[in-house]
């Protein structure tokens, strides 16, 4: 299909939703949280209910990705209006139908949040959990359905990939992502468009794109939901990237724990393919792209690039030594790109509105949005996208809704097992790349396990140690051995066994380890530990015997 | 040439032969294959492994080595039903090992054993991603959200009872 043939795809759908406009648009959320609490029952007895009533001709139901409160799921939203009901089963089904949809009197006692706000909002846009969001990653998630490409072109979808394969050349668009100053999302936070250029500059006829959806780190679960919920905006993202450095194949590798996100991006690859989005001659041009998806077999170290790369290549997942980087000898010993599935989703909103636009937003050194998974201890947990430079108690407090049952917040856990622990004293950290650095912490991939006053933080350094322990891909001998060391000497203390010395040695050891192993996840590892030695050494002192 | 045990008609063998064809008996699919002959049979039996390690001229060492990486791949039964307790972050800071402690009081099984009838096997997941429902346990495929103990027990019984 070439480029007119698209346009003229587009203005038809463009034109039949025009048409659409007086009709109510209800929303089910069909995201892996929302599947598991019962939507697509909801889903299925909402259209019946609404075709017994006769309301056929008005009301379109829509099933969609993730909308973000999980916890309140499953959720329902209509539109016009932006009023969403939350645990909506079988029970309450009839009466949402007859009240929002005919009576249009919103169900007060069913709203999102009424079990917490006494008058909860009819907008839920008014709600502190979304007025204080600002979604770019998570755009149209939520909003479309994730299995219909139609539902992506009415939201300007492919129109980024149109721009740049018309109107900019290689070096434009990596001038263009250099001046977003975006940074990768999947943790380390390396400038994007740098990266590019660097794949970009190695000449070769074969480069390949790939795109991390390895999301290992227990706690976590964005790239899932943005792969769930809006697939051809990852792989709209990854096209760009491939024209930009001038790869023509790409792979998605997705953790075969996402069943679902697997499932929705293949079937966005079939039909972007249709639509000569993707696949040989794209829109016309010269342009080649094919992407295929790869299936992960758990295994944590494969998050790490080199790792990654050799599970493609179907070889046990562990790294190498880099240099060379895969820029320079990746997949096969080619020049290969690897960005995080939300790096390539705010791809596209960058060449739609420009560098400068989304360089804008956020922090001077950490520009844009960031989507955290809240989990753990919290009133509302799910899926938020805020820009860079929110603080932690804005995100946990106005957002989240506060620490549940009303106990007192004791750490705020992100970045993983590689990340660290932030305590209550500094709540009004910044959360940007720098910040939670300084703080002994990372990042990371946007995980946020809140802990209250009942989590016994040595016991939280022993469980992550133990994960690294099991996860060390045991290539190298210091986080092979390293790692079993720290957590027998964690046991020991969490059974009351310790001394002063087991402290001494632990604090040498993670040294160690971070210094002399092979990849990030042994570097990383002892992170957890040193954090909460750092924030909570009293706890320490308190399990050991003087 | 096929293992004694193996019937070329099986249409499970079929099925990864298909796959194999379709991957052009590059061994770089390995992994894609596994996962295909896992999930018609469960888990890898030796014969099965030993028919792949053919087809794409492999030495057994690099498809042993591989399967025995990752944690998905199994080398032995995984059971008939199979409860699959998460134990992410979330899950943990909300109570995943009294969901754990429950099973092993209950059925007498570990994370990894199965009953020796066969009928149930329980397993742990670093993360399944469903970190805003934790605790999450799988059942048979089925994920349940803010799991209680007791609940999940119960919901185990159901399903041996009806066998």
Not at chain 1, 470 to 491: F, N, W
């Amino acid at each position: 299909m070439n480029r007119q043939e698209l346009q003229a795809i587009i203005s038809a759908e463009k034109e039949k939703d025009h048409n659409n406009q007086h009709k109510n648009k209800v929303c089910v959320c069909c995201g892996a949280g929302c599947i598991s609490s019962g939507s697509e029952e909801v889903m299925k007895k909402l259209q019946e209910e609404i075709k017994t009533r006769g309301l056929e001709a008005d009301v379109e139901v829509i099933p969609t990705g993730c909308m973000g409160p999980c916890n309140q799921g499953p959720l329902v939203k209509c539109l016009p209006g932006y009023t969403i009901y939350q645990k909506v089963d079988n029970t309450n089904i009839a009466t949402i139908v007859q009240h929002q949809l005919i009576d249009k009197k919103p169900v007060e006692d069913l709203l999102l949040f009424s079990d917490f706000h006494a008058q909860p909002f009819i907008n839920a846009q008014e709600d502190p959990f979304f007025k204080k969001q600002m979604k770019i990653a998570l755009k149209n998630c939520g909003d479309i359905n994730p299995e219909k490409i139609e539902d992506y072109l009415i939201q300007d979808g492919y129109k980024a990939l149109d721009k740049v394969l018309f109107q900019m050349s290689s070096e434009d668009v990596i001038a263009e992502i250099k001046h977003s100053r975006m940074r990768g999302r999947g943790g380390a936070g390396y400038p994007t468009g740098l990266k590019w250029e660097t794949v970009y500059k190695y000449v070769n006829d074969q480069k390949y794109v790939i795109c991390n959806g390895d999301e290992g780190d227990p706690g976590a679960f964005m790239d899932r939901s943005v792969l769930e919920g809006n697939p051809h905006r990852v792989l709209e993202g990854m096209a760009i990237a491939a024209y930009a450095v001038g790869a023509n194949k790409g792979y998605a590798y997705i953790r075969g724990e996402y069943p679902l996100a697997i499932k929705r991006f293949e079937l966005a690859i079939k039909q972007a393919k249709k639509l000569g989005v993707l696949g040989s001659n794209i829109l016309g041009t010269t342009f080649s792209f094919d992407i295929d998806v790869r299936i992960g077999a758990g295994a944590f170290v494969c998050g790490e690039e080199t790792a990654l790369i050799a599970s493609i290549e179907g070889k046990r997942g562990t790294p190498k030594p880099r240099p060379p980087f895969p820029a320079e000898s990746g997949l096969w010993g080619k020049p290969t790109l690897i960005n995080n599935v939300e790096t390539f989703a705010g791809i596209a909103p960058i060449i739609n509105n420009g560098g400068e636009w989304y360089s804008e937003i956020g922090t001077p050194k950490s520009a844009g949005t960031k989507v955290f998974a809240l989990a753990g201890k919290i009133n509302y947990s799910g899926l938020i996208e805020v820009p860079m430079g929110t603080t932690l108690r804005e995100i946990i407090f106005e957002i989240g809704g506060g620490i549940q049952g009303g106990r007192q917040f004791k750490a705020a856990q992100t970045g993983g097992p590689s990340g660290g622990c932030i305590p209550a004293e500094h709540l009004d950290v910044k959360m940007d790349y720098e910040s939670l650095i300084s703080l002994g912490s990372i990042m990371g991939s946007g995980g946020l396990i809140i802990m209250d006053e009942s989590s016994d933080m040595v016991d939280v350094a022993r469980y992550f140690m133990e994960f690294c322990m099991d996860e060390s891909c045991g290539k190298c001998v210091p986080c092979r051995v390293g790692t079993k060391m720290m957590h027998d000497l964690l046991q020991k203390i969490c059974d009351n066994k310790g001394t002063t010395i087991d402290v001494q040695r632990l604090e040498e050891l993670a040294g160690y380890v971070k210094e002399t192993s092979l990849c990030g996840l042994g570097a990383s590892a002892p992170n957890p530990l040193l954090s909460t030695l750092r924030h909570f050494r009293h706890e320490y002192d308190s399990k050991i015997d003087q | 040439m096929l293992t004694p045990q193996l019937s070329k008609t099986d249409p499970r063998i079929k099925l990864i032969g298909a796959k194999i064809k379709k991957q052009n008996y590059k061994p770089d699919a390995l992994i894609e294959i596994l996962h295909t002959a896992q999930n018609a049979y469960g888990y890898l039996p030796m014969n099965v492994l030993t028919y792949i390690t053919k087809e794409l001229h492999l030495p057994p060492s690099r498809v042993f080595s591989t399967v025995t990486f990752y944690h998905f791949f199994s080398l032995k039964s995984r059971g008939e039903h199979t409860c699959l307790v998460c134990t992410g972050t979330a899950c943990y800071v909300k109570g995943a090992q009294l969901i754990l402690n429950e099973i092993e009081k209950r059925f007498a099984l570990k994370p990894g054993q199965v009953t020796a009838d066969n009928q149930l096997g329980v397993q742990v997941a670093r993360c399944i991603g469903a970190c805003g429902l934790a605790p999450a346990v799988v059942l048979d495929d089925e994920v349940q959200a803010k799991v209680i103990a007791e609940d999940i027990v119960n919901k185990i019984n159901a399903k041996i009872v009806i066998k």
